[in-house]
């Protein structure tokens, strides 16, 4: 299996480059060069079988011989046995032919982990097999950086630090990150906002002799092992509701578009879907180009949801390399110029096709909180405000009531308690495992917004080796 760019101008890759690399040198994203198979006879066979066990046989083709089969097998399988709930994502009917799918029971609370845990365990074995090690620096608002650090703790090659703003993640974010004991993991706290914080990121990459002497590297939403990840629980909820001879539709919460499109790679791949449904909140860049084709930028507002506070879906761009029939070059072109003047209009042919598969749906606070308040007094569950979004748009948006929908829900209810008991009264509890979550001892160093400082705090406490 090889991986290209989206962009036409970077080198072919195999799984273990495509993995290290995250976005290729002329600044597209890699894909893989065809799309492997799920054929009818074999969807059929993953009835009943345990999730770990799918997923390593969804994966198998992705990763080629970069990793022996067994050993990628017991890899699955460990990252899984650390998810709270045997079936992995349960599903929940929760009205007529509308089911939810759970992703929250990793270690985080937050889909990302059912990527994020596979990925630190894919780094950690390529890199001891190359004899190199890396430093990730990542920037966080909130929930991807206790992702990112629970999946690379205690990992032998990898050293990880993420930067936070000081007093501005909530208790439970910022816990969730600074009671984490292992040694490669080190927590900063920035004197100043998420966009200093992602600034300081950008400015290590990009100060090449830093860079290269850390071994500098990044397990951001653009890395495509995390999309393949993300195909398994599609397929695993196809199945259970009958595919190969029923199709389905998702209802998805979206904000880079790496959830959806790992749905949309699985629709390549063979399974049946008849409808995406893009959930957004006021943040609506993804519902206006659903509607017409075409995006303006406009600035991102603070929302309930704020994993989906987002302003251009990195992620999209491999929806639009198919869009663009695979001519990166061309996209290319179309990508520089979105840059520039912040427009972008869909090619006209092949855009028919697109918009019969995607229906964007956008959901503001006020219609979020009543999401979660009608179902809990329909169901007596209380969910997020982003998989509130999802099952909203579930309901609202789905084309055809005699196919099933599935509303992906990303985040557990204790992960926003505020919004949760604000529209519902009441309070959820964190899950056992978090239970002391509020009286562990913190870990964390308080920093300027200050680029040197920051680096001679990165070199004084890595662990020790070079990068290369
Ligand atoms: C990251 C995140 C999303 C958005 O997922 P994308 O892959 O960026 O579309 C939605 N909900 C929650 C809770 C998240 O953490």
Same mark, same amino acid.
């Given at each position: ?187 900063? *706290?920035?004197?100043?906002?998420? &966009?200093?914080? +992602?600034? !300081? @990121?950008?400015?290590?990459? $990009? /100060? ?57 790679? *699985?629709?390549?791949?063979?399974? &049946?879907?008849? +409808?995406? !449904? @893009?959930?957004?909140?006021? $943040? /609506? ?184």
């Amino acid at each position: 299996m090889r991986y290209i760019s989206t962009r036409g101008a970077a080198p072919r890759l195999d799984f273990e480059a495509v993995l290290l690399a995250g976005l290729a040198r002329d600044g597209g994203l890699y894909v893989p060069e065809s799309w492997p198979s799920l054929k009818p006879k074999t969807l059929a066979g993953f009835d009943g079988k345990p999730y770990a066990e799918v997923a390593a046989a969804v994966m198998a083709p992705f990763i080629g011989k970069a990793i022996p089969q067994k050993t990628f097998q017991s890899m699955v399988a460990e990252t899984y046995a650390g998810f709270r709930h045997a079936a992995v994502t349960p599903l929940v009917e929760v009205g007529e032919g509308v089911w939810i799918e759970e992703l929250f029971h990793g270690p985080t609370l937050a889909f990302k982990d059912l990527a994020l845990q596979l990925v630190g365990r894919l780094y950690d074995h390529v890199l001891k097999k190359q004899g190199r090690r890396v430093t990730i620096i990542g920037a966080t608002s909130g929930d991807t950086g206790s992702a990112a650090l629970e999946a690379c703790r205690d990992r032998r090659a990898i050293d990880i630090f993420i930067l936070h703003p000081l007093g501005r993640v909530s208790e439970v974010q910022r816990r969730q990150m600074t009671t984490i004991d292992a040694g490669n993991v080190f927590n900063i *706290a920035i004197d100043g906002s998420f &966009d200093d914080c +992602q600034d !300081i @990121v950008k400015a290590c990459f $990009n /100060d090449h002799a830093f860079s290269d002497k850390i071994g500098m590297s990044a397990v951001n939403s653009i890395n495509w092992a995390r999309v393949m990840a993300q195909i398994v629980y599609y397929v695993t909820a196809a199945v259970a509701l009958g595919a190969p001879n029923r199709k389905l539709a998702f209802s998805v919460p979206s904000g880079n578009f790496g959830n959806v499109y790992a749905g949309y790679a *699985a629709k390549q791949m063979g399974l &049946d879907v008849s +409808q995406f !449904i @893009v959930g957004s909140n006021r $943040n /609506d860049i993804l519902t206006r180009f659903f509607k017409s084709g075409s995006m303006k930028v406009s600035g991102v507002v603070p929302s309930l949801s704020p994993s989906m506070d987002i302003q251009i879906s990195s992620n999209l761009e491999r929806l639009l390399f198919d869009l663009f029939k695979r001519n990166g070059p061309k996209l290319g072109e179309a990508m520089n110029a979105f840059r520039k003047t912040g427009r972008f209009a869909a090619p006209k042919s092949g855009w028919p096709a697109v918009q019969k598969l995607f229906t964007g749906y956008k959901l503001d606070d006020a219609g979020t909180l009543k999401a979660m308040a009608d179902l809990y007094k329909r169901t007596g569950m209380l969910i997020d405000p982003h998989s509130a979004i999802g099952v909203a748009a579930a309901e609202a948006a789905r084309k055809d009531k005699s196919i099933p929908v599935v509303a992906l829900a990303t985040a557990h209810p204790a992960k926003f308690p505020d919004a949760v008991e604000k529209a519902t009264g009441i309070r959820p509890a964190l899950p056992a495992h978090l239970g002391n979550l509020l009286s562990r001892r913190e870990r964390y160093d308080v920093l300027p917004k200050d680029l040197g400082k920051i680096q001679d705090y990165v070199l004084s406490h890595r662990r020790s080796g070079s990068g290369n």
